[in-house]
């Protein structure tokens, strides 16, 4: 017989893994929620013609598409399926694919819903998105997006709040991070004073590798793009810029300032690091001209939040983008979101062991029983037990003892009750602490103060 198995780039998660997920997924919804942000879901699967096109040709090709149910094939005719045309037979035989990530769903709900709902709309959703990737390291075919959005107000305060949450939400989970921000705005900027408008993606694609292959490979990908040496001059002193955030800010006005755009994006981060400054937000904050993510997408802020103790990608990024629902006919609707990498996150927090050690003790007493009698004799201090919101359970039936231990043991159960007849005839329990070894004979009241 064949061995059960899932499809590449998927994962099972065991009780263990999930009390670990759970721990990252409550930390964040609690913070979201102590900002007024709530949350939504949509379908697994929406319309293709939902989804396609919305992710530039190599997405669409990274969907993943439904067949049709029932006779999909009924729709064809025999040319078209020796015409061997894969594109046009998808067409015909799915209607609707598996999402891709949270946004496009997000923009067709606002547009759906657009009179059910009060603007500025303050939404969270936390749901798997599905992609036809090659599986490798960190990157799977199915994973969790986390993502909040505020749309319909243009204020930077959300700017403010979004950096406020990350904050909040890395002190929680006790993560060192930086936070990097950059601005659309000081992008067109810079392509607008250089004299290279219309290159502004390629230019912008090159900055991005600083970090990986240092100023001296990224002006030569900006020479072989047909980016004149003029321009490239004019870049350097933009491309080594340093010291502190405000003097970056200071020297970019200098460079900026025959750009009104330029400096439109300066003055949004001056404001966005005053807010932050006077609202004693304790990430570190950096100001990087090499963050360009997300450029045909973002017309504003570009946020990224990178781990400073394990080496991984960002573990958050997102932005400020003009348009969203643009693309299903309703305009000029503005918001800013970010995502958290909940993927990630879990393995920053596997590499650095920073769960809190109570996780995986979800059951807080084990009743081990000898008999019938004693299991009847458990079963009304486990209702009181559990009315009190502790977690509690009993063996189902008499085994061994040793059997009954071990079982704890494996689910790391703190506290077991043993129940036999003496314990019966006086009304009591013994409560063994399995990490001390050390027993009490006790009253439920006694148990109840023990485990509270």
Avoid at 33 to 47: K, S, V
């Amino acid at each position: 017989m064949q061995k059960p198995s899932i499809p590449k780039g998927t994962r099972d998660f065991t009780p263990a893994e999930m009390a670990n997920r759970n721990y990252i997924f409550n930390t964040i919804k609690d913070v979201f929620r102590l900002y007024g942000f709530q949350q939504i879901e949509t379908p697994a699967m929406e319309n293709l013609s939902t989804l396609m096109g919305k992710y530039g040709e190599e997405g669409d090709k990274l969907l993943f598409k439904i067949l049709n149910s029932g006779d999909f094939i009924s729709g064809t005719n025999d040319a078209e399926l020796l015409g061997r045309n894969s594109i046009k037979l998808t067409n015909k035989f799915s209607e609707k694919g598996l999402r891709y990530d949270l946004t496009v769903p997000f923009a067709r709900f606002v547009v759906q819903h657009q009179n059910e709902i009060s603007f500025p709309f303050k939404r969270y959703q936390i749901q798997p998105v599905w992609r036809a990737d090659r599986p490798q390291k960190g990157r799977y075919r199915e994973f969790y997006q986390c993502d909040v959005d505020v749309v319909g107000s243009n204020s930077l305060l959300n700017e403010l709040e979004l950096i406020q949450i990350v904050d909040e939400v890395y002190h929680r989970l006790n993560i060192n991070v930086v936070i990097k921000i950059n601005n659309r705005k000081i992008l067109s900027g810079i392509a607008e004073i250089i004299g290279e408008a219309e290159k502004i993606t390629d230019i912008t694609v090159a900055i991005d590798k600083m970090d990986k292959i240092g100023l001296e490979k990224v002006n030569e990908e900006i020479a072989s793009k047909g980016i004149s040496e003029e321009a490239i001059a004019k870049l350097q002193p933009i491309l080594k810029l340093n010291g502190t955030n405000a003097e970056k800010l200071g020297q970019l006005k200098t460079v900026l300032a025959a750009s009104e755009v330029g400096l439109k994006g300066v003055s949004e981060l001056e404001t966005i690091f005053g807010l932050c400054e006077m609202m004693k937000v304790q990430t570190q904050m950096e100001l990087d001209l090499t963050l360009a993510r997300g450029l045909n997408y973002y017309t504003g802020a570009i946020f990224e939040v990178k781990a400073l103790d394990v080496e991984i990608g960002s573990i958050t990024g997102g932005g400020r983008y003009d348009n969203l629902t643009g693309v299903f006919g309703m305009e000029g609707v503005s918001g800013v979101g970010i995502s958290f990498g909940a993927d990630r996150i879990y393995d920053v927090l596997n590499q650095l062991d920073l769960y809190p050690e109570t996780l995986t003790e979800q059951t807080k007493i084990l009743f081990v029983s000898f008999g019938e009698k004693e299991l009847l004799y458990c079963l009304p201090w486990l209702s009181a037990l559990r009315q009190t919101g502790i977690n509690a359970e009993i063996y189902p039936e008499p085994a061994k003892m040793k059997k009954q231990m071990s079982y704890a043991d494996n689910k790391k159960i703190p506290f077991v009750a043993i129940v036999g007849e003496t314990e019966m005839s006086e009304g009591k329990v013994m409560l063994k602490n399995m990490k001390s070894g050390e027993q009490s004979l006790v009253s439920l009241e006694e148990v109840l103060e023990k485990l509270n």
